[in-house]
């Protein structure tokens, strides 16, 4: 079973409205990253947040982490079309390895 | 800035033969380099993970015989899948680091398709 799971699995949005994807997660971890995926691309990293940080911002994207509940969420503000997009959470536990969970489907429409 | 170079970006190849790809790190010293395949409609497994004076380690259902990990510097790592059938599809991405629990900085794929 997966490590990290996103939570739903797909959603989709009109331009300008908020958004918020959640992660839940089954290890310990030193710190969990947020990604985004488009279409035809790699994954880019737009938050990274430690265990010990229970917020963090970048721009229109806030990041949350409960270790006690092993959740995080990653909510997107005023939404825009090019935000469209797979939303990936990913756990850090002490060290290089990075696991990722299964994505959620952002649509983000005019 | 930092960034990861992949490629080739797409290639084809014949079933049972085999394929390299290439990942260059640029603006910082990739200490780790993790390689990952992403198959259709799945998530990022991870196959092995290489780390500077460390064995490269390698997932379960992943071995060395079938996905061979050079990681000869601080920027360059290259891995061939051998072998390759239809099960081997996907986009395969290479995500590079200085330290741990740095940002993962990511290439854009190596999409493999297997006729």
């Known amino acids: 079973s997966q490590l990290a799971e996103e939570n739903p699995w797909a959603l989709s949005v009109h331009e300008g409205e908020s958004v918020t994807v959640n992660c839940s997660y089954k290890t310990s971890i030193t710190a969990l990253q947020w990604y985004r995926q488009k279409s035809g691309e790699g994954p880019a990293q737009l938050i990274l947040i430690r265990s010990n940080e229970r917020e963090k911002r970048n721009g229109r994207l806030r990041a949350t982490l409960d270790t006690s509940s092993q959740s995080s969420s990653l909510s997107i503000t005023a939404t825009r079309c090019e935000d469209t997009a797979v939303y990936f959470c990913?756990?850090?536990?002490?060290?290089?390895?990075?696991?990722f969970g299964s994505g959620t489907r952002l649509l983000v429409s005019p | 800035g930092a960034l990861v170079y992949q490629y080739p970006r797409r290639t084809i190849c014949k079933s049972g033969t085999s394929m390299r790809m290439e990942c260059q790190a640029v603006?910082?010293?990739?200490?780790?380099v993790a390689w990952y395949r992403q198959s259709p409609q799945k998530t990022f497994e991870l196959i092995a993970l290489?780390?500077?004076?460390?064995?490269?380690?390698?997932e379960q259902n992943f071995t060395q015989e079938k996905f061979p990990i050079s990681h000869p510097n601080l920027s360059f790592s290259s891995m061939t899948v051998l072998n390759a059938y239809l099960e081997d599809r996907g986009l395969y991405l290479c995500g590079a680091r200085w330290g741990p629990n740095t940002e993962v900085f990511f290439g854009k794929g190596t999409r493999l398709t297997v006729v």
């Open positions: 990913a756990t850090v536990n002490g060290g290089y390895k990075v696991v």
């Open positions: 290489s780390t500077v004076n460390s064995a490269i380690k390698y």
């Open positions: 603006g910082f010293q990739a200490t780790s």
